[in-house]
């Protein structure tokens, strides 16, 4: 299958989309799809419905909705666009991404067996092994990219497989159809974060993927002023399921947040192919610098992912990390940037830049992070969309060289 029509593109055709519109190109879904205007007043825009319960025609007889945690009007419209953009069933939207992840891993039960990708966002590792291990779930963390590796990792109890598609902050790249066929014969679930990579480069749930999930705070809203988490899910058996678990455990996304998710999202395709040039062309500035000794970014050639990434997506993403040589370099680096802040999360229009081992990853233990080299040299960035020269001059008067 190709790229196109892996994204809805012109291979698509003209088969009915939402709203009985015809199946369009991905710009224009990160615009239209999963909703349109409203029916009743032809608002444009989303309504945003700031109501906690809903008024019933007879006990149990109502029109679609009854209890705001149950399901809201502008909640339910954001699912249903995340859904339409993965190319899944159902969306679920979560009151942060970690909200998500602790209602996929609430499917599994004490005695389970889950296997982790080895360098995940440290709050992902926190999660799993302070809480989840705690109540009984058994963790193997593995290199996904190395799917030999990845396979004898399984175990007769292993159940869900939770990886990401570009890592965080290594940028190893796995082939999923590979993932997800191994995943299959072993009769798991396989979960991926999407979360680098967006459904406007790459779609998971068409490679082999049972859910995918998003820290929506980042790139999906865009603009660094919401926390959500989202799920997408291509059966709907398993969509039910997880519907009655975000009704039970309530980790719902609120509606305001909602809007301003539905809002950032419509300008996904402008920011995410901005995020991914400026992501290049910094790339390409830090690999000729001497005091460089490790560039990791997935567009640059002899990146080891870089073929298969070409293959299963249609872009490299805005992400990228370094190595400044020196701890010491490292920090002065990203305490003297006046364009890029210091700061941790990602995906935002304005560029961030970090240092992975006392920041987002620091909850991973000190040993662990020296095996998988997030060593405290290991600089983070998130290209937002500026100027790209601006940028590597102010990386380039930071690092004093």
């Known amino acids: 299958m190709s790229s196109e029509e892996r994204r809805g593109g012109p291979a698509a055709g003209n088969a009915e989309g939402a709203h009985g519109r015809p199946a369009v190109r991905p710009r224009t879904m990160m615009v239209h799809a999963g909703h349109g205007p409203d029916p009743h007043t032809g608002a444009v825009n989303v309504p945003i419905y700031l109501s906690s319960t809903f008024a019933q025609e007879r006990p149990g007889v109502h029109k679609g909705y009854e209890y705001a945690r149950t399901g809201n009007p502008t909640r339910e419209a954001l699912e249903r666009h995340i859904a339409a953009l993965e190319g899944g069933v159902r969306g679920f939207a979560f009151a942060s991404g970690l909200a998500a992840e602790t209602t996929l891993l609430s499917l599994l039960k004490a005695g389970d067996h889950v296997i982790v990708g080895d360098d995940v966002y440290g709050g992902t590792y926190r999660l799993v092994e302070q809480v989840f291990t705690r109540l009984g779930l058994a963790a193997t963390y593995a290199d996904t990219s190395d799917i030999d590796a990845f396979a004898a990792a399984f175990r007769p109890e292993t159940r869900m497989v939770i990886m990401e598609s570009l890592t965080n902050p290594l940028m190893k790249v796995s082939d999923l159809e590979r993932v997800a066929e191994v995943t299959r014969a072993h009769g798991a679930w396989l979960v991926v974060d999407n979360t680098f990579l967006t459904p406007y480069f790459q779609r998971p749930l068409e490679l082999g993927a049972d859910m995918v999930v998003h820290s929506a705070t980042k790139y999906l809203g865009g603009h660094s002023d919401v926390v959500a988490g989202l799920v997408v899910v ?9 519907h009655y678990l975000q009704n039970a455990m309530g980790a719902i996304l609120g509606v305001q947040d909602s809007y301003l998710l539905l809002r950032g999202m419509k300008t996904l395709a402008l920011r995410m192919e901005a995020h991914a040039e400026n992501a290049r062309r910094i790339a390409q500035w830090l690999a000729g610098q001497p005091w460089v000794t490790r560039v990791l970014y997935p567009g640059l050639p002899g990146h080891p992912g870089r073929e298969i990434l070409a293959r299963q ?20 680096i990203v305490s003297r940037t006046r364009l890029f802040a210091l700061a941790e999360s990602l ?24 095996r998988l080299g997030i060593t405290d040299s290991l600089v983070r960035i998130s290209a937002g969309i500026e100027d790209a020269e601006d940028l590597i001059e102010d990386l380039a008067r930071a690092a004093g060289e």
């Open 234 to 242: 291509k059966d709907e058996e398993l969509g039910q399921r997880i």
């Open 313 to 332: 997506a249609t872009g490299f993403g805005g992400m990228l990390s370094f190595d400044a040589g020196t701890p010491e370099r490292a920090e002065r």
């Open 347 to 370: 995906g935002g229009v304005e560029s961030l830049i970090s240092i992975p081992a006392r920041m987002t990853h620091a909850s991973i233990p000190p040993e662990r992070r020296a």
